[in-house]
């Protein structure tokens, strides 16, 4: 349950920060790195006590670092944004 909320929550935020004032944009997008990095523990907790196979882990964990570099990319921009703004 926990992690099918931690997916939600994810795709709640994106969706706020697709519609947020540039100034908020920064501040969920680093909302969703966390819970990212929350998933992707649980997701590698449910592999290590062997409730999901191997398989499975891959594609799940292959996938969030995927999003987790996504991510990453759309914070460094709105910095780098950020910093120009105030040169």
């Known amino acids: 349950m926990k992690i099918d909320n931690l997916f939600t929550d994810i795709l709640e935020i994106a969706l ?3 519609f947020a004032k540039p100034e908020e944009k920064i501040i969920q997008l680093a ?3 966390k819970k990212l990095c929350v998933l992707k523990d649980f997701v590698t907790t449910l592999w290590e006590i062997k409730a999901i196979d191997e398989h499975k ?5 292959e996938k969030l ?5 996504m991510i990453g990319g759309f914070i460094n921009k709105k910095i ?3 910093q120009t703004k105030t040169e």
């Open 57 to 61: 882990y891959g594609l799940l964990a």
């Open 16 to 18: 706020l920060a697709k």
């Open 65 to 69: 670092a995927a999003v987790g570099k």
């Open 80 to 82: 780098k944004i950020a």
């Open 31 to 33: 909302e969703m790195d």
